[in-house]
């Protein structure tokens, strides 16, 4: 099939599942009662991410018959670094205050160290160590390990001439094997701790891997013709009920499960999977796909939840003391919200414009009525 020469359409209900997720994310960090499964949000990102950053990478290598890897590097660089180094400086400055919230068992410097060099999961993993209100990095870091590691190797077993399709199937043999590492390696933490194997790149690695195999299997036009029509209903319909039931259902004691690891939590990210295969393909014109285009959540999405999953945080150590009972929480929920807005007006905006010069400049073209078969490359802000 020959590649499209013009840019694909913005989908916007990815952008408004980034705001369902991100708001899982805070209200259970906020102990909202019913959001004890809220962590999956960062299942959904993971996903989500594998999916739009391999689509990207794909576009490229079918335009140029490459892979420019620095220029990828530079890009992630400036996407997300600004907002992360502005957190750290002000989280440092103000440990006096945060440095003993979350359980937190490092110094300033330390946490600081840990979260501007992407070793979060490795430290909580291997060193069980926890960071307070830098927290929130250690997913970022297995995000940022995993694109060291994919773009080189997607390039090359590429540039080998192996088929798209056969690296899809690598691809779902390693979730495979994620999921059988996690059920293996598993050992029950004591308190409230949560299982080491939840932090490492290796046995987490299926959400993200999910979203690539996605990415890849949606570059045949078998597979995009069979998540269309009213496939793509069913398809976003039964992957929005599965995150919700993951989510509202997962039960208080989810980390002495070992099934919680390697059949629950995987569980939530096909889900997720076949939400994305379902509104990508029929974009808002399914249920599920108009509901998460409504513009205010897709706009949040797509320009709040990175420096909202960043900040928050920060304002609830600050907060939390001052405030009780539910309404409490939603206050600091507005709170959180209002400090991230700024953020992105006054850290991320200025950089994305700088970030706009390392992109191909095929990305900038003007679209005329595109078709919703794969995802934007102004999608990926992750």
Known sequence: MAPSTRSPARIL????????????????????????????????????????????????????????????????????YPTLLVVVVVGVSLWFLVGDYGYSDVGAASGALIALTYTGNFMRAFGHVSQGVFAPGWSLAMEEQFYLVWPPILLLMLSRGIRRRTVAWIGAGAVVVSCTLAAVFYDAPSGIATPDIYFSPVSNLAPLMMGCVLALALTHERVRTFFSGRMSMISSSLGFAGILAVLFLMPDDWKQDAGTFALTLPAAGLATTLLVAGVSQGSRTTPVGALLSWRPMAWFGRNVSYSLYLWHMIVLALLEPYVHGLGGKFLLLGASCAVAVGSHFAIERP????????????????????????????????
């Open 351 to 382: 950089f994305l414009k700088v970030k706009k010069r390392f992109e191909p400049a095929s990305w900038s073209r003007p679209v005329e009525n595109p078709r919703p078969t794969q995802p934007s490359m102004q999608s990926l802000k992750v």
């Open 13 to 80: 209900p990815l952008d408004g599942l980034r705001t369902l997720a991100i708001l899982a994310v805070v209200l259970y960090h906020l102990h909202v009662p019913g959001f004890s499964g809220g962590f999956v949000g960062v299942n959904v990102f993971f996903v989500l991410s594998g999916f739009l950053i391999t689509s990207l990478l794909l576009d490229e290598h079918r335009k140029s018959a490459t892979i420019n890897l620095g220029r990828f590097w530079v890009r992630r660089i400036l996407r997300l």
